[in-house]
């Protein structure tokens, strides 16, 4: 039986209240289609790659990538 942690789910809690502050309550689409494609795109080109992380010094992926290469 896995262990109750009440971290586990702090990321995916974290992504889930930053996608609905930051996209879903500012945005409407027409079409499911169109709401998939939109969050998609802000999770691939925001959320992964641009977003400050306090883990890389409040830096985002790209610019601590550039400072460690």
Known sequence: MPTNNIMDNAMAESLFAT???????RCTWKTHTEARLAIFTWIEAWYNLQRRHSSLGQLSPINFEKLNV
């Open 19 to 25: 996608l609905e502050c930051e996209l879903i309550d």
